[in-house]
């Protein structure tokens, strides 16, 4: 009986090497059986696996190119080739190298998961879906291409299928903390919130450190109703991880929301490092104002976020007491005819025009905390907008022609909102209350058709975009009473001093507190909440006994 062969024995001691973790020593070895076997196919494969074990990505692409180069017809060589393709972010080398491994070997799961990986990182959801059945087919028990299939059902949009995919995994192996975290979420988006906080406290369970279960149970505890569960929660996401801006965010908006209107603002700070505001701050060169005596300081006050924010804080302005040319108000162009009176002031600048000189900023949503206003020093905000008596007048001759009394409608907010859907309420739902007797309906909703027959819709164009929100102004002017949900035109009729009922979801916006039906901001507005998520049927309910009262 002959020896092994040389190599044989050095690749089996070099193999012994790294499977025992001693990865200096079996580079090594690795090395110097290549230098005496150069031709070694499976010595160059097994040092591109070291190497990419060890993170350097490059060598290890070198390497197994030489594997490759010697032999071709391996699909294993493949199969790493295609994986630090994926690492690098090449994916269209990442997928043709997993395709030649399942070409070479159609039974090969691993190709086939990764296959699915790499199509699902490149947009190709379809391809990568049939890409993990296959490697499901091949190997039922494959945990690792159950969980990606979820992945992808989820990322579809197909919860319930996600749901499903996700609880064979966990059947399989209880202890996946991935698919905890992702069966949850999942919940938490098909509004099934009990569900949701029961599978979040089980992933923290496996993970109590881990700051994305702590996370999302706060976001999930909130959905609920239970803002002070969920600012405990979110206090342990910043304790395991005290840089989770996310964290901090959501924490300010629950204490906002709460009243607690100091201890939110720091948190609430955060919000520029998290979408969507995370590549939208300003890059001034100039000091962010600190709150300090301005002395002879011009000081530039920036819009941030959505029209209504503009149009309910822009009107703290006048609360910093200063001369109108030390104060700039920079904001989006179409609010610019409706916020004139604020021109007494500030100076107003459209967004995107020269801005004048000045010596320090601040964005907008951080003005309430530098005038140190809590919960119990809310200003009215009623007065300071006025609508344009010309365009009052001209509306009140157009609306002297409807009977009876005249409630102008708002049931859907802006799209660009990512919280729209939740935050309006489906028209069919308002049908009881085109049924009152006594009452015409006036439709301000942009772009859309009557929600009803006898809703009507004004024959004269109102607000063109060159004087956005002029013709809203001077309609909620003229009518007796406003219902919208919580958009824009909300912030414009409290901010007119118009009789106006807003329609809110079940976790409604910080300014709106949590569970009172009036507004500080707005004395004249009487909130209506949901009684639960997505109850807008409550909400209905409620509104038709007072109307027809």
Known sequence: ????????????NALSLHRAGRRDQAEAAYRTLLAASPNLADGWHFLAVLLQETGRRDEAVAAVAEAIALDATDPFYRLTDGALALGQGRLDDAIASFQKALALKPGFAAAATNLGLALQRAGKRDEAEAAQRRALSIEPGSTLARYNLGQLQHQNGRLAEAIATYDIVLQSDPRHLATHLNRALALRQCDRV?????????????APTGADGWLGLGLALKDGGDLDGA?????ATIAQAPDRAEAHLNLGLALLTRGRFAEAWPHYARRWQTPPLLHHRRPFTVPEWDGSALGSRRLLIHAEQGLGDTIQFAQLLPKLGVDRT???????????????????????????TTLPPFDCHLALMDLPQRLTITEATIPNLTGLLVAEPQRVARWQE????????????????????????RRSIP????????????????????????P???????????????????????????????ITVDTSLAHLAGSLGCRTITLLPFVADWRWGADRSDCAWYPTMRLVRQKAP?????????????LGA
């Open 231 to 235: 600012i405990d929660a979110f206090r």
């Open 452 to 482: 009803h027959p006898s809703v009507i819709v004004p024959a004269e164009p109102f607000d063109p975009k060159g004087a956005a929100f002029l013709d809203s102004a001077a309609i909620l002017s003229s009518v007796d009473l406003a």
């Open 1 to 12: 009986m002959t020896d092994p062969a040389p190599h044989i024995v050095s690749i089996e």
């Open 326 to 352: 030390q104060l700039i108000l920079e904001m989006p162009a179409l609010l610019i005819p409706l916020m004139q009176p604020l021109g007494a002031h500030a100076t107003l600048v459209a967004q995107g």
């Open 194 to 206: 009990d569900d949701a906080v029961e599978a979040y406290r089980a992933a923290i369970d496996l």
């Open 427 to 450: 028209p069919a739902l308002l049908a009881p209350l085109f049924a009152l007797p006594g009452f015409s309906f006036i439709s301000l909703q942009k772009n859309a058709a009557s």
């Open 398 to 421: 157009i609306l002297a022609r409807v009977p009876g009394r005249r409630i102008a409608l708002c049931w859907r907010g802006g799209d660009d909102n990512p919280e729209n859907d």
């Open 534 to 546: 997505g109850d807008w049927a409550s909400v209905v309910r409620t509104l038709v006994p007072e």
